[in-house]
């Protein structure tokens, strides 16, 4: 499978909580202990069958990741927040790349501008958060 996005990740379903509209699929990452839930539609869930147990790719795209360099007690609303050291920044004129090792071993990009990069003072070494919507985070599976 081929993927313009980096954040691509292996996981395995936990549960499946049935909505009226929509699902809520948790999952944990390949090789680790970090979760991510994922709202989709029934009908995906029932067309991809995702069940308990079974195999997923986890993808979500480095614009939908907001991070955050000291949230000071703060609590958000966001279910996915994933926790690591800053490992690289890449600049650009108007964006930044920053990648964010999670403790689990995984990493996670997220596209900030350099505004925001400058304003939170991100460098490399630095523990930082990623925050990732729900709705955010989509759901494959092999048939």
Do not use: P, W
Request: with cysteine; net charge neutral; glycine share 8%.
């Amino acid at each position: 499978m081929k993927i313009s996005e980096s954040n691509v990740y292996s996981a395995e379903v936990l549960a499946v909580h049935h909505g009226a509209v929509n699902d809520e699929v948790e999952v944990v990452l390949d090789g680790g202990s970090e979760r991510l839930t994922s709202i989709i539609t029934n009908k995906s869930v029932k067309l991809l069958g995702i069940a308990q147990g079974k195999k997923v790719t986890v993808l979500f795209t480095q614009a939908s990741v907001i991070l955050i360099a000291d949230s000071d007690g703060v609590r958000f609303s966001a279910r996915n927040q994933l926790t690591g050291t800053v490992t690289s920044i890449k600049e650009g004129v108007v964006n930044a790349r920053v990648s964010v090792r999670l403790d689990c071993g995984e990493s996670v990009a997220a596209m900030i501008s350099i505004d925001s990069l400058k304003s939170l003072g991100l460098e490399a070494g630095m523990r930082a958060t990623a925050l990732i919507k729900a709705s955010n985070v989509i759901l494959g599976m092999r048939e």
